[in-house]
Each structure stands twice: as structure tokens, then as C-alpha cells.
């Protein structure tokens, strides 16, 4: 069964810092991965994906994230964080191996707290 | 831009108790979800339904619960009796094509309270 850890609950980071936050999976074959944002009151926003190809995947609002096979890492990164980047972050994996439906396994949760 | 809605925003009911959750999907969508994230714990898949029907669903998704589309731009779920531990933030999600790695677009949420 596939599955996916957020090792943290939460990332605390001054504004105009480096953002990591980090996204572990278990899936057999190769994954597909995603990365969704949840606002205060707001439904969860698609963030960025991925399926083959690059391993750094560019995504919104100046997201990225890197597929690491080895690891099985998909880290979410952004090189400057802004206030506004405060939210919750999850990550997802779909299993390459469904024929059909696109059922998403999520991680816990880790919320982004970014400091002026 | 095209966006997945959900009604009501907030949903309070007794134990035992019908519900339906509505949610108008985007509209040249073809894959319809259902999600619950009970306080404080993941996001759940409950089940996705395809070409009218349920193309998967999770142990969760019991005979308390049912699904339809009963036209052609609404997608409601709806639990018979509902439960305390039913209370959850659902949501609504659609993709566009079949089997395809398209991501899901997510609705904003309803927040179920069972009384």
C-alpha cells in the first residue's frame, strides 16, 4: 500500500529565507507525486507535480520540489519564503499501478509558519 | 479560472440523521472525488466515481454512505445516519480525464458537525 510522512508538523522561517519542507513516500514503481497548500478556510490548492522526466519540478507561485529515487524524497522548496507562503502543505502520491481513478494518499500535514 | 464548488459551507446535524453534501464539479471534468479530513488528522480518500459510477472506494466509505450525480454538473454525497465520528472537513475534488495523471482540483470544503 502506498503511503507518504512529513516528518515535521511544522516549519518556522524568517521571511526571505530558504523554505524546505519534506516529503517522504513508499509506493511500488515509480511514483507520482504532489504537492497541494490549504489557506485558512480554503480547500486545497494544486501546487505543483510529479510524473517522469526532470527532477526538479517547477510548480506555482515560485515552488519547486525535488524527485529523489533514491531517497524516495519529493522535498517542497522555495529559495525566498514570503509572509503570505504561511499555510499548511501537504503531500501526495498517487500508485502508478491503478488502472483507473486517481485516489490520492496524502501526508500528515506541515504547517509553514514564515516571520517578517 | 474554473473552480470546484461545495455547499453548505457548514453543515450542523443530529446523531442519526440524513445529509447531503453537494458540490458542482468543474465542468469539462470527468473524475469525481470525495475527501474527509477529520480534525487534526490527514486528508482521507473516501471515494471516486467515473462514467456514473464508483470506480473506487476506501473501507470507509461503508453503507452509510452513497454517492450520486444526479445531473449533469452536481455530485452529492450523502450519509444515511450519521455518526459523531462523521463529523470532518469534506471535500469535493475532480480531474479531467480518465486513468490520466491529471492533478485534482479541490473545492473548498465542507465542515460537517454531528450534534
Known amino acids: 500500500a502506498q503511503s507518504v510522512a512529513q516528518p515535521e508538523d511544522q516549519v518556522n522561517v524568517a521571511e526571505g529565507n530558504p523554505l524546505t519542507v519534506k516529503c517522504t513516500y513508499s509506493?511500488?514503481?515509480?511514483?507520482?507525486l504532489f504537492w497541494y497548500v490549504q489557506y485558512p478556510n480554503r480547500g486545497l490548492q494544486f501546487l505543483l507535480k510529479?510524473?517522469?522526466?526532470?527532477?526538479l519540478v517547477k510548480g506555482s507561485y515560485g515552488f519547486e520540489a525535488e524527485f529523489n529515487k533514491s531517497q524516495t524524497s519529493f522535498h517542497l522548496k522555495k529559495p525566498s519564503a514570503l509572509v503570505s507562503d504561511s499555510a499548511l502543505y501537504f503531500c501526495?502520491?498517487?500508485?502508478?499501478?491503478?488502472?483507473?481513478?486517481?485516489?490520492?494518499?496524502f501526508g500528515g500535514g506541515t504547517r509553514v509558519l514564515v516571520k517578517p | 479560472e474554473p473552480e470546484v464548488t461545495q455547499t453548505p459551507s457548514h453543515q450542523v446535524t443530529q446523531m442519526g440523521q440524513e445529509v447531503i453534501l453537494r458540490c458542482v464539479p468543474i465542468?469539462?471534468?470527468?473524475?469525481f472525488y470525495w475527501y474527509r479530513q477529520i480534525l487534526g488528522q490527514k486528508v482521507e480518500f473516501l471515494v471516486s466515481?467515473?462514467?456514473?459510477?464508483?470506480?473506487?472506494k476506501s473501507e470507509i466509505f461503508d453503507d452509510q454512505f452513497s454517492v450520486e450525480r444526479p445531473d449533469g454538473s452536481n455530485f452529492t454525497l450523502k450519509i444515511r445516519s450519521t455518526k459523531l465520528e462523521d463529523s470532518a472537513m469534506y471535500f469535493c475534488?475532480?480531474?479531467?480525464?480518465?486513468?490520466?495523471?491529471?492533478?485534482?482540483?479541490f473545492g473548498q470544503g465542507t465542515r460537517l458537525t454531528v450534534v
Open positions: 465542468s469539462n471534468h470527468l473524475y
Open positions: 509506493v511500488s514503481g515509480n511514483p507520482y
Open positions: 475534488a475532480s480531474s479531467e480525464r480518465t486513468g490520466g495523471i491529471n492533478e485534482a482540483f
Open positions: 466515481f467515473y462514467n456514473n459510477e464508483i470506480s473506487e
Open positions: 501526495a502520491v498517487r500508485d502508478p499501478n491503478k488502472a483507473a481513478g486517481n485516489k490520492l494518499t
Open positions: 510529479y510524473i517522469t522526466g526532470d527532477n
